[in-house]
Nanobody, 117 residues
């Protein structure tokens, strides 16, 4: 059974930082691309960042230079370091397994990120 469990969300002030984690089980993590998506109220889910098994990365233009995706294959975990957060980054963030440009078949339950003063 595939499980993706996100953690690390919360409330942060504009300009602050958060690090999201996604622990995977039930998949051969090391060979799969992994990604982070987000969905704000009233908007479609969108790609934030993705990383291939070899470490190539892909970022949405809106987060380039502020967010960094990384993976630790020994821990079956993918991370999203988010710096210089803005109110428009407020959304539910979802971990995804199996896709790079488009989402793969597996999703986590999501973690809320709220950027507000």
């Amino acid at each position: 059974q595939v499980q993706l469990v996100e953690s690390g969300g919360g409330l942060v002030q504009p300009g602050g930082s958060l690090r999201l984690s996604c622990a995977a089980s039930g998949i051969i993590f090391s060979i799969l691309p992994m990604g982070w998506y987000r969905q704000a109220p009233g908007k479609q889910r969108e790609l934030v960042a993705a990383i291939t098994s070899s470490g190539n990365t892909n970022y949405a233009d809106s987060v380039k230079g502020r967010f960094t995706i990384a993976r630790d294959n020994a821990k079956n975990t993918v991370y999203l370091q988010m710096n210089s957060l803005k109110p428009e980054d407020t959304a539910v963030y979802y971990c995804n397994a199996g896709g790079y440009v488009r989402p793969g078949n597996y999703w986590g339950q999501g973690t809320q990120v709220t950027v507000s003063s």
